[in-house]
């Protein structure tokens, strides 16, 4: 595979493990950096752009649910806000963050910037650990 060709599978799986659908991303950041380490910068960039668009993908499938009667577990998103969001890298439990905050109508930008923390720092560890 071609420097170019990883780095495509990294963005897009990192794109598809941010979504409902299920992924392991990390392990291709892992694999692109041990066969191309001086894409370094450019792998965690395409990784964290591709699993922040992920993550608003789930943010917008939560803005087109129709509102119903609150839910317990979604207040606490209302209450701590778009910073909750930070936690949109954690497994299934980012899945639910992104959705929530999309079906309480959080403010989008916001919404994107702390994803964009979060899963950059995430993916920062683990390409440190390649």
């Known amino acids: 595979m071609t420097e170019t060709a990883s780095l495509a599978a990294l963005f897009f799986s990192s794109f598809l493990a941010a979504t409902l659908l ?17 894409t370094y910068w450019t792998a965690l960039t395409f990784a964290t752009i591709g699993n ?10 939560g ?3 129709p509102q ?12 701590y ?3 909750a969001l930070l936690l ?8 639910a963050l992104c959705l929530a905050a999309g079906w309480l109508r959080l403010n989008p930008w916001q919404a994107a910037l702390f994803m964009l923390l979060g899963k950059a720092a995430r993916y920062a ?6």
């Not at 560890?125 to 390649?130: G, I, N, P």
Request: proline share 7%.
């Open 22 to 38: 299920p992924g392991g991303s990390e392990a291709v950041l892992f694999a692109t950096l041990k066969a191309y380490p001086e």
């Open 52 to 61: 922040t668009l992920g993550g608003m993908v789930s943010f917008g499938m």
């Open 63 to 65: 803005w087109l649910l």
């Open 68 to 79: 119903t009667q609150q839910l317990k577990h979604i207040e606490k998103v209302r209450h």
């Open 81 to 83: 806000g778009t910073p």
């Open 88 to 95: 949109a890298w954690t497994p299934l439990l980012g899945d």
């Open 125 to 130: 560890v683990v390409a440190a650990l390649s």
